[in-house]
């Protein structure tokens, strides 16, 4: 059973994230980039950077075209055994989102905290960011500020205005970047794992190789996540009201998630 050793989750506690030994095995992750190459045709008005909730094919909660290899992996049983280890053995499967940055136009990611447009309370998710190419710095791996998740505040961001970032949230707090980042650099089929409060992003594509990653989120059902709020994301407003979730381990600790919105085609 592939799950975290002792150090990698005291690394994941002290610094916000960790890249365990486990691996995808090759075979799945050929599966996956396929599946990878699917959703990119048929979403051809989409930025690859911005693809979320490709693993729902149904349409509930999104206007885009999945696939349902991306909801095999994020309710794969290994992958909850390394998630059961930071946030507990009840989890919530909430998001899977394609990150494909294209060689030489791939857009930056600013550096950002993801808790601000994400209508779960309290605030708690644990990202697994799965390489479906090679990611080093040339291509724009993901950057990290270790140890920025600890006193779990959210730092000042600014709204940026330029065409081509994938988010317009760029922190801008000088504090937040007290320790220099660190640079995720992945072989296909490794994964990190990160916290929500967690300050990261990622450079431009300005490489020739594509850098392709899968961020699959999951939260402990001590936390609720609220439909009813309507909040911004990357500048525009985002609706979860629609969005199914996956009871993917254990139950509803806090009783008020619901798992039938959303589910029916
Ligand atoms: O893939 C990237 O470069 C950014 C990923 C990200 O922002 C996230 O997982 O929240």
Redesign the pocket.
Known sequence: MPALTREEIRTYEEDGYVVPSYRVPEDRMAVLAAAAEEVMAANPGTRPEQLPNIHITNGAGTHLKGHPAFLDIALDEHLLDLVSCVIGDDIVMWGC?I?CKPGSDGME?PM?Q?GQYWPIRPLATC?V?LAIDDSDREN?C?AVVPGSHRDEVHFRHHTRTDDDI?LNQAVDDPRAFERPPAFVELERGQLSMHDIYLI???APNSSGRRRA?L?LRYMPTTSWFRRDLEMQYGGYPSNFADRPIWLARGRDVCGRNDFTIGHTA
């Open positions: 989102q990150f990611v950002h993801d990202t960011w724009g993901l994938v990261h992003g990622s990653g961020a």
